[in-house]
């Protein structure tokens, strides 16, 4: 026998080497006194396996051994792991799987060693499963199989136990469903199905059983305190010994049980629900509800309506306050005017508080949902657009602005309260529809306050333009910033107007003249009457023409007397007193220097004044608190027949007097000029629309028209209707022959 030629090994002389190796290993992982493997007992081991599969055909045992491999994971289960795990019941039994579970890995490692030319070859070749595999797939099909149940039944019992409060081993089950996963092999289908599936059922029954219990005897804010802590519990239970892949689909099903199913009757609870917890201002339990519904798909939706509701209420109840409170005031006439302004005040101040307490509440409670500023802003809509003693908010929104911005408004301010007061007016008027018309009461209060030197800061004024024009676009503000700048260019011509008469003694009229010039297109339109001013004031208007000519020859002037003031000196028999009167009042007092008594109708023709513009001035001089004429028959009214004369007794304490006209309601002449714009703004929207788009039917033309229109007024569909009949009527559009609600543009 030559070197070369190696002793045949038989499968069975092999297999019993192997198979005292086989036992050494296990007697080594049930404990038994047994040394370590050393590596000369290793090699033989691998030598042998490696002869008995390299060996010529017959004696290429390679199959068999595989075969074996397998065979002693089997023996060695049924033989002494399935009989300890049998024996052994729920904690107990679950220690001892694990225990085996980590022997038997232990035990494929080393016998995939021993076998690792198996491996290496005759798997590769024959694309066999590997002994890793092969060896694990044992424990599988042999104990996994035979005790899943009984184990998935044990772990949920803990997870319960450890639900109501017990102490439980944590790590054992984190042990205990590595196996579920590993099981798997690189899958977690196992851990799924067997395991994860009953796990899911059991959570949903147990917290249904719980949530019953809970949603009966405990108030919302209890039953939420609760259900936060459950669920910080099973996620904390995930981190701890659940696979990852379970958190969301446990989460959702406690969620389910716990807040889904009651959402309706939690949040509706009568003494403790959503609304209670709005009007008691329970911030804290609001951002819990929040957090917990945050996550449920549509779980907001019932919150914000509720939260729209009980904000819709509170404003229609500050509506309803100030209603009752203006008719109040209206009966006990003699403050009435005073009171009712300061209540209208009062009760924007109110809105603006609301406005901010729930701004506050949809940013910290609500997390800045956009699902909440919607609500908010519905809500505002509704009582924001409702009249209130007969005015509108756009109305009250411009006169609370007036009452800040102008001198001596009752609100006593600091610069900063009022910058913050003017930011959250803007914002209001977001919510108000008739933009439009805010901008129209704004202007003509704006105008008096320019006109009349009223305004307390020309910084302020500034400062609530710009904010209104990044509210409300540029258009918005355009006449508004032009009347400031008028009235600046006015002083610069006041100065070069005084320069003018300093250069030209001949010219001055003798009498203190200031002029404020004014665009026609920015300001508010003002009635220009044609008065019959006294000689004195004729030459004033002269002379300032002259100089207006020397500045330019391309604009008219148009002087509004109704918008002057005068000084005059009264002198009456007790003391002399200064009047300041306006340009009509102090017209007809100088009618007096040349005649003791005048009738109505005299006064009337030598100052050629409307019937209305004379009564009110009359009135003012004669039936109010200032006498300074004496009416025959002493009345209050003033009517064609009456007569007038001097007063020569009158006096008063003071050495100057303001006497003002009766105040006159622009509020009618603002919507009709608010009315005529929006005539010729829908018109212009329906020209554009039509333009670009050439043939349009009726429904598509009006939709489009309110969507553009929209950001300044809420177009009426009626006006609508209305303009487009006029618009056909100029031919700018046609109706379709056949198709009368189809309409086409006319170039």
């Known amino acids: 026998m030559t070197v070369n030629q190696q002793k045949i090994i038989e499968l069975e002389e092999g297999w019993d080497f192997m198979q005292k190796g086989i036992t050494k290993l296990k007697r080594i992982l049930e404990g038994s006194p047994e040394s370590q493997f050393n590596s000369e007992e290793y090699m033989m081991l691998y030598t042998t396996i490696y002869n008995m599969c390299t060996q010529k055909p017959p004696n290429d045992y390679s199959q068999q051994l595989y075969d074996k491999y397998k065979e002693a994971f089997e023996e060695h289960i049924n033989s002494t792991v399935l009989p300890s795990l049998r024996e052994k019941h729920d904690e107990f039994m679950l220690r001892e799987l694990v225990k085996r579970w980590a022997n038997h890995k232990v035990m494929v490692r080393w016998l995939s060693r021993f076998f690792y030319y198996l491996d290496r070859y005759f798997i590769a070749r024959r694309s066999l499963p590997p002994l890793n595999e092969v060896g694990l797939a044992c424990f599988r099909d042999l104990v996994y199989q035979e005790l899943k149940g009984t184990v998935r039944d044990a772990v949920i019992k803990l997870i319960d136990q450890e639900r109501e409060g017990e102490q439980i081993d944590r790590a054992l089950l984190k042990s205990v469903l590595d196996i579920f996963v590993e099981i798997g092999m690189g899958q977690i289908e196992y851990y799924g199905s067997d395991f994860e599936h009953d796990l899911l059922n059991d959570s949903a029954a147990y917290y249904s059983r719980k949530a019953s219990n809970w949603i009966i005897e405990d108030s919302c804010p209890d039953y939420m305190l609760k259900a936060e802590e459950c669920l910080k519990k099973e996620r904390d239970r995930v ?8 958190e969301q689909k446990l989460v959702e099903k406690v969620q389910n049980e716990l807040l889904v199913v009651y959402s309706t009757q939690l949040l509706e609870k009568e003494h403790s629900g959503c609304r209670p917890l709005l009007r008691d201002d329970k911030v804290q339990d609001l951002s819990r509800m929040y957090r917990l519904f945050c996550k449920i798909p549509k779980g907001l939706d019932p919150i914000a309506n509720i939260f729209k509701q009980h904000v819709t209420a509170e404003g229609t109840a500050l509506v309803q306050q100030a209603e009752d409170a203006a008719s109040n005031k209206k009966t006990s006439s003699l403050q009435a005017e005073h009171t009712v302004g300061s209540q209208e005040q009062v009760f924007v101040r109110k809105i603006i ?31 924001c657009n409702k009249q209130v003693s007969g005015c509108s908010s756009a109305e009250l929104l411009a006169s609370f602005c007036d009452n800040i911005l102008k001198k001596g408004g009752n609100e006593k301010l600091s610069d900063e309260a009022i910058e913050d007061t003017l930011e959250k007016v803007v914002k209001l008027l977001a919510h108000i529809s008739d933009k439009d018309l805010f901008a129209e009461f704004y202007r003509k209060k704006l105008s008096r306050r320019l006109l009349f030197d009223k305004s307390a800061n020309d910084d302020h004024e500034r400062l609530i333009l710009t904010k209104l024009k990044q509210q409300c676009g540029g258009q918005f503000t355009s006449k508004m910033e032009g009347m400031v700048t008028d009235l600046t260019l006015a002083r610069e011509n006041q100065n070069h107007f005084e320069e003018y008469l300093g250069n030209n003694p001949n010219a001055n009229p003798g009498i203190g ?5 004014l665009t026609t297109g920015f300001w508010p339109s003002y009635k220009s009457s044609d008065l019959s001013l006294p ?7 002269e002379v300032f023409k002259e100089f207006y000519e020397t500045k330019t020859k391309h604009r008219k002037l148009t002087w509004i007397y109704s918008l002057g003031t005068c000084n005059i000196n009264g002198k009456f028999e007790p003391k002399t007193i200064e009047l300041i009167v306006g340009t009509y009042q102090s017209a007809a007092l100088l009618l007096f220097n040349a005649a003791d008594r005048l009738s109505y109708s005299e006064i009337k023709t030598q100052l050629n004044l409307s019937d209305d513009d004379l009564v009110r001035l009359l009135q003012s001089l004669s039936c109010a608190k200032y006498k300074i004429l004496r009416k025959e028959p002493n009345t209050k009214t003033v009517t064609p027949d009456d007569y007038f004369e001097f007063n020569s007794k009158f006096t008063d304490r003071m050495r100057r007097i303001r006497i003002p006209l009766p105040p006159v309601d622009e509020r009618k002449k603002v919507v009709e000029d608010v009315d005529k714009d929006r005539r010729y703004a829908i018109d212009a929207s329906i020209v554009r629309i039509m333009k670009s788009r050439k043939v349009l039917g009726h429904q598509q033309l009006v939709l489009e028209c309110v969507e553009q229109l929209s950001r300044m007024f809420k177009p009426d569909f009626k006006a609508i209707k209305k303009r487009i009949e006029d618009l056909i009527t100029r031919d700018y559009l046609e109706r379709d022959k056949e198709n009368p609600n189809l309409f086409r543009y006319l170039a």
Do not use: I, P, Q, R
């Open 239 to 246: 981190s701890h010994y659940l696979h990852s892949s379970t």
């Open 513 to 517: 003249l200031t002029v404020t010039v």
């Open 353 to 383: 508080e609301l406005h901010d307490k729930y701004m506050a509440y949809v940013n910290d409670c609500f997390g800045n949902h956009s699902l909440f500023h919607k609500a908010l802003k519905e809500a505002f809509e509704v009582f």
């Open 535 to 541: 000689a004195e004031m004729v030459k004033c208007v």
